[in-house]
């Protein structure tokens, strides 16, 4: 009886140590599991030096991290990427692409400057998928790009896919930040821009990874590109969008608008002038979506409304308004803010930001 009883308390004690011992090990394990994966470039053999910047730039997920550790982190990446780019300002690229591109005696295109290559033998257009929230009834769509010179010519004959977006029709989804999911979108880029583009989209995942509110569904990123938009063969939707009492004052009094589309390529399109950043895959253009028959109400639309520089009241009202916590990390970065230039008149391109011109 007494051996019995002193074998049933070794294996006690061994159950116990297993317990002590492992159990860590099995909650780092899950610790690390739920971590989301960082943004990486989808080739990495197109582009080697860039792909091996990424990793050594990627932003900390410890767990309880506050809003400025948060802060501090994003900053010294930031100087961390510049210094491994030797980088001083971000419109250096600008510079050294259209370098590229007079070298061959071309006219600024996107769909020539990404098969280029730079010096150090990496390819200037690369795909760079990064984390982002979405509503949680979003759909993926996938969007075409070509050097046309009317996005109705993509939209019909579908010249090369570029990537893809996210489409949610209804407004209460996208403000139901506590029921988004975690995705990934993927976006054309300047090889030496993608660190920066990089950072940017994984500081506002990440600001939504530790606090709901701020959470940003991230459902459009256009990057490099001459002219872009969906399929024009896709199915008629309804899509819900806000419509103010006019296009120039203040009010945030606003409707809710079904918007309705025959196809998505009306909502998902663009062509860029031959002096955009985007014909360098050196710009963003964050949530940028096209409605018909409403007043100043898209995300982030040219606008000159003043109710626009309001951005966390646009952002509250429809969580795809950029709010402006977003343009504070673009000034880190070094980027272009939509306030700093006005797209014609004085109207401003709210969803695009850049390296810059001077």
Avoid at 48 to 66: H, T
Avoid at 174 to 202: C, M, T
Avoid at 302 to 329: C, E, G, T
């Amino acid at each position: 009886m007494i051996r019995s009883a002193l074998g049933w308390r070794l294996v006690l004690i061994l159950a116990l140590a297993l317990v002590i011992f492992i159990a860590p090990a099995a909650a780092g394990k899950s610790i690390t599991r739920k971590y989301p994966s960082r943004p990486f470039i989808l080739e990495p053999a197109l582009a080697p030096n860039a792909a091996r910047i990424l990793p050594k730039i990627a932003l900390s997920y410890e767990p309880g991290l506050s809003a400025d550790a948060r802060d501090r982190d994003m900053l010294q990446k930031i100087a961390l990427a510049k210094s491994l780019l030797d980088l001083r300002r971000p419109v250096e690229l600008r510079h050294q692409s259209l370098a590229i591109i007079n070298a061959h005696e071309r006219e600024p295109s996107w769909e020539f400057l990404r098969l280029q290559r730079w010096p150090d033998g990496d390819r200037v257009g690369v795909v760079l998928s990064a984390p982002v929230w979405v509503p949680a009834t979003a759909t993926r769509v996938v969007t075409y790009a070509g050097f046309e010179e009317k996005w109705q010519t993509v939209a019909r004959t579908l010249p090369r896919p570029d990537g893809f977006v996210w489409f949610a029709p209804r407004l209460a989804d996208i403000n139901n930040k506590a029921g988004y999911r975690a995705e990934r979108i993927q976006v054309e880029i300047n090889s030496k821009f993608a660190p920066l583009a990089a950072l940017l989209l994984e500081y506002i995942f990440r600001e939504g990874w530790y606090e709901t509110d701020k959470r940003l569904p991230l459902m459009v990123v256009r990057g490099g590109e001459d002219t872009y938009a969906a399929s024009g063969y896709s199915r008629p939707v309804t899509a819900d969008c806000l419509s103010f009492p006019d296009d120039h004052g203040d009010s945030l009094d606003a409707v809710v608008v079904a918007c309705s589309f025959a196809n998505l390529a009306e909502l998902y399109h663009g062509r860029h002038s031959a002096g955009s950043n985007h014909r360098l895959g050196l710009a963003l253009d964050l949530n940028d979506f096209n409605f018909n028959g409403v007043v100043d109400g898209p995300p982030n639309p040219i606008s000159r409304a003043s109710r626009q520089h309001n951005r966390d009241a646009m952002h509250r009202l429809d969580a795809r308004h950029l709010p402006a916590w977003v343009f504070r990390a673009a000034k880190w970065l070094g980027l272009r803010l939509p306030q700093e230039w006005t797209y014609y008149g004085y109207h401003t391109d709210w969803q695009h930001l850049d390296v810059g011109t001077k």
